[in-house]
């Protein structure tokens, strides 16, 4: 059974940075294409960075330029560099497979910008 376990969200100041982590169970994290995905209060969930086993990277537009996926597959993990961080990036972050596993989402890690 995979885990994908979030951690390293917390309170920031609009413009300030996080860097956001995701440990995942399982021995074909590697060549599986990941995503980390965000859910605001009252709002759908969204994908906003994916990469794939290779290390190709895509964004939301909403993100491009600020954040930074990037993953270490001897490690099992992948990682998110949020920068200039806004308040409308206030929301719930999770990771996962691309597509999705329902099975997978975890708790997520919570990240709120302050104005």
């Known amino acids: 059974q995979v885990q994908l376990v979030e951690s390293g969200g917390g309170l920031v100041q609009a413009g300030g940075s996080l860097r956001l982590s995701c440990v995942a169970s399982g021995s074909v994290f590697s060549i599986r294409v990941m995503g980390w995905y965000r859910q605001a209060p009252g709002k759908q969930r969204d994908l906003v960075a994916t990469?794939?086993?290779?290390?190709?990277?895509d964004y939301a537009d909403s993100v491009k330029g600020r954040f930074t996926i990037s993953r270490d597959n001897a490690k099992n993990t992948v990682y998110l560099q949020m920068n200039s961080l806004k308040p409308e990036d206030t929301a719930v972050y999770y990771c996962n497979y691309i597509p999705w596993v329902k099975n997978y989402w975890g708790q997520g890690t919570q990240v709120t910008v302050s104005s």
């Open positions: 990469i794939t086993s290779v290390g190709s990277t």
